[in-house]
């Protein structure tokens, strides 16, 4: 799940920087709205947060009307699909994520309750 966040993070960047579309110009506050949101969420990300990683799998929906949207249109480029596909591992790895991680903690919580 890092490495996919991370890699959302760097396709952003490279899409907003290196990779624009044609008729954008690389802006530092488009980059600021694009990475922030996502940026809110590191902390959750790298310390096991499952509630903030649950809300980061809300926002990542919002990523993935946009890439879909964005890879569909006539000037589209590979970066694109690229940012597309991230965004789905980024969901589906947080998912599963969550509920493995809950799965291995459950039995610990349940043994000491038990005592």
Do not use: D
Not at 2 to 31: D, F, H, N
């Amino acid at each position: 799940m890092k490495a996919s966040y991370i890699g959302c993070l760097l396709s952003l960047t490279l899409s907003t920087w290196v990779w624009a579309q044609e008729g954008r110009q690389p802006s530092v506050t488009i980059w600021v709205l694009r990475e922030l949101p996502l940026l809110i969420f590191a902390g959750a990300v790298f310390k096991h947060q499952l509630r903030g990683i649950a809300w980061m799998c809300f926002v990542c929906l919002g990523y993935f009307l946009l890439a879909v949207v964005e890879a569909m249109t006539p000037m589209a480029i590979w970066m694109n699909y690229v940012e597309l596909a991230l965004i789905v591992l980024l969901f589906c790895s947080a998912t599963i994520f969550i509920r493995w991680y809950a799965r291995s903690r459950l039995p610990a919580a349940t043994a000491t309750a038990a005592e």
